[in-house]
Nanobody, 120 residues
Framework: VQLQASGGGLVQAGGSLRLSCTVS????????MRWYRQVSGQQREWVAWITTGGSTNYADSVKGRFTISRDNAKNTLYLQMNSLHPEDTAVYYC???????????????WGQGTQVTVSS
């Protein structure tokens, strides 16, 4: 199983970016999916999660500005980020709980991260 994150970049404060994360491999089903972020030298921070059915939850720091969504047909996770602040600058990682066709229990897999930089 591989997770490929994309969509990061440089944006001015107040701008928007949309991150994507595509899951590939021997997938039977994908359960909960999450976004995290990490600033260099700091702990990785949970940002948002979404269930298979579309229920969502957000960290207080991004609530009202970020929207997590998923396209189950495309095995893809999204994070729409609006009204970006300089403190949103971080490497963003996706994580998915995946049931494969070759292993009996679901497991968590991580993407490689995509850099988001917000200039003031």
């Amino acid at each position: 199983v591989q997770l490929q994150a994309s969509g990061g970049g440089l944006v001015q404060a107040g701008g928007s970016l949309r991150l994507s994360c595509t899951v590939s491999g021997t997938i039977a089903s994908i359960n909960g999916m999450r976004w995290y972020r990490q600033v260099s030298g700091q702990q990785r921070e949970w940002v948002a999660w979404i269930t298979t059915g579309g229920s969502t939850n957000y960290a207080d720091s991004v609530k009202g500005r970020f929207t997590i969504s998923r396209d189950n047909a495309k095995n893809t996770l999204y994070l729409q980020m609006n009204s970006l602040h300089p403190e949103d600058t971080a490497v963003y990682y996706c994580r998915a709980n995946v049931q494969t066709t070759t292993y009996g229990y679901p497991a968590d897999y991580w993407g490689q991260g995509t850099q988001v930089t917000v200039s003031s």
